[in-house]
């Protein structure tokens, strides 16, 4: 699917997120409450400096754009990018570039990602990973 990656990150121990279709400034605006509920108020910052704030003068998504969302955990390696997929309806995240996982895994990771479609790309009632995406906020 032609989608740019705008914001990865992974880390141990992520606990809030969503997976999200947000298609107005309004919405990327608040899909970082999701983190900021569940405490993790870096990862929300990190997204506001991504998506932008009220007044920004290029905030996202842009005209014609969406942002799809998606928080999942992806094993022991740590990946260093992300590919978004359409399957007909369904779009699922495959994770790429990830470190070799270590022997012994107690803490697996999970990876944030926010990738900009253009809306023509998407599909009319797009499901994430076979579920209807998550509200923009909690």
Known sequence: MDAGLSYLHTAVG??????S???TPAQARSYP?????????????????????PG????????????????????????????????????????????AAPRECLAPFRAVAVFQVPVGALPAHPTIGGRQPDPANP
Not at 14 to 19: C, D, E, R, T
Not at 33 to 42: A, I, P
């Open 56 to 99: 920004d003068a290029q905030p996202l998504p842009a005209p014609g754009r969406a942002l799809v969302a998606v928080t999942a955990a992806v094993g022991c390696g740590q990946p260093r990018g992300a590919e978004l997929w359409a399957d007909g309806t369904d779009l699922s995240v495959r994770w790429t570039g990830t470190a």
């Open 14 to 19: 992520i606990s809030g997120g969503a997976n």
């Open 21 to 23: 279709v947000l298609t």
């Open 33 to 53: 409450q999701w983190f900021d509920r569940s405490g993790e108020h870096e990862i929300a910052d990190r997204l506001r400096a991504v998506v932008g704030r």
